[in-house]
């Protein structure tokens, strides 16, 4: 059987926006296997919050303390530069960004003087513009729920 010039032009565009469509979840995830999990639904809601680590970049203050969480240098694969200060410089042994749930994340361990492996464990918020998580305290154990605003 024959088809029509009409349904060859609809077949076509089919599998055009099916193409583009799958371009658009890799290009915007990075990764074939998020695009493969990323639901039709959810795409607009999350693609911009799962890869802009970018946004992450600039001076945090913990309003409780006045600590502050410098972060420069973001790449695409997580990896940046951070500076930790109380109000002195204190040594980031490692920091990166990633994603969990649809939503950026960010690790920083901290190694100094009465900091001997302390880490934050936070989640961007963008509608708020606040990183929020939690504070291990290594040197008394105990973990407290802290968030960091902006700095302006």
Do not use: H
């Amino acid at each position: 059987m024959r088809k029509s010039g009409r349904s060859r032009c609809l077949s076509a565009a089919f599998i055009a926006a099916l193409l583009y469509a799958f371009l658009f979840l890799v290009g915007s995830s990075g990764d074939v296997a998020d695009a493969a999990t990323t639901g039709a639904a959810d795409i607009g809601k999350t693609a911009p919050a799962q890869t802009d680590f970018k946004r992450l970049e600039g001076r945090w203050v913990r309003p409780d303390g006045g600590y502050v969480l410098e972060l420069r240098n973001i790449k695409k694969d997580g990896s940046l530069t951070a500076a930790y200060y109380n109000p002195r410089p204190i040594k980031v042994f490692r920091a990166e960004a990633g994603r969990k749930d649809g939503r950026i994340t960010l690790f920083v361990e901290l190694r100094d003087v009465n900091y001997p492996g302390s880490t934050y464990t936070l989640q961007y918020d963008p509608v708020s513009d606040r990183l929020m998580g939690t504070y291990f305290q290594a040197v008394q154990r105990q973990t407290f729920e802290i968030e960091f605003v902006r700095a302006r």
